[in-house]
């Protein structure tokens, strides 16, 4: 079965550093991965797209990676702030033409000043 | 434009009893999906309706069931609660749903509680 694996410990890091976050997943082959943040309480808020046939995708402090090879992406937010520390939750989607998402369980992240 | 809307908020209900969940998506969205999340197993995938038909649908019993209404708003129904049906709810709505490749704007969610 489908299997996505996201680091269950928390993340803890010191402002300024740059935060990375793994998701590695098994037996899927998808068309596209999905980064979102959600914070406590609140539904999940879509950040990053990567597809399949794409390595690397950056937006502001954030960049992502995609190793179909590996079955892996990272998730790097570079010169992180307390206001980044939040849950990180990866999602695989296929080329269905279907909306459905298949997520991670997510890693949360705690950026100390 | 106003962001996805789910009501109620919070929901307390006992053993046997069923629920309605509500959900607006944003305006010009047609595709409306449900995810339930939990603790131990996370977001979990309920099913997705686009333009008043159920595109998919995930791996759960039959007493989830769900509906879209002509003006995309859609509601989830669960019959005969189970204390293990306590979980946050969660709505998500996305443009046209024909490209695999659209975000999804998720609402706050439905803490609903099982006594």
């Known amino acids: 079965s489908q299997k996505i694996e996201q680091n269950s410990e928390a993340l803890n890091i010191q402002e300024g550093k740059t935060a990375t976050l793994t998701c590695n997943y098994t037996n899927y082959s998808p068309a596209y991965l999905q980064w979102y943040r959600q914070d406590p309480g609140r539904g ?30 990272l998730f790097h937010i570079t010169a992180s702030q307390p206001a980044d520390s939040a849950t990180y939750l990866c999602a695989l989607g296929d080329n269905s033409g279907y909306s459905t998402l298949t997520f991670g369980k997510g890693t949360m992240l705690l950026v100390s000043p | 434009k106003a962001g996805v809307t789910q ?56 007493r989830f069931s769900g509906r879209q209404f002509s003006n995309s708003r859609s509601e989830m129904n669960v019959s005969t609660l189970e204390l293990g049906d306590s979980a946050l709810y969660l709505c998500a709505s996305s443009l046209d749903g024909t490209s695999s490749y659209n975000e999804q704007f998720f609402g706050p969610g439905t803490r609903l509680t099982v006594l």
């Open chain 1, 44 to 73: 999940p808020v879509f950040l990053l797209l990567i597809r399949e046939n794409e390595k690397e995708k950056r937006k502001e402090r954030l960049k992502v990676t995609f190793d179909t090879t590996l079955k892996q992406s």
């Open chain 2, 7 to 62: 009501t109620p908020r919070y929901l307390i209900k006992t053993r046997g009893q069923q629920v309605t969940l509500s959900c607006s998506p944003i305006s010009g969205h047609r595709s409306v999906s449900w995810y339930q999340q939990t603790p131990g197993q996370g977001l979990q995938f309920l099913f997705e309706y686009f333009s008043e038909t159920q595109r998919n649908k995930g791996n759960f019993p039959g």
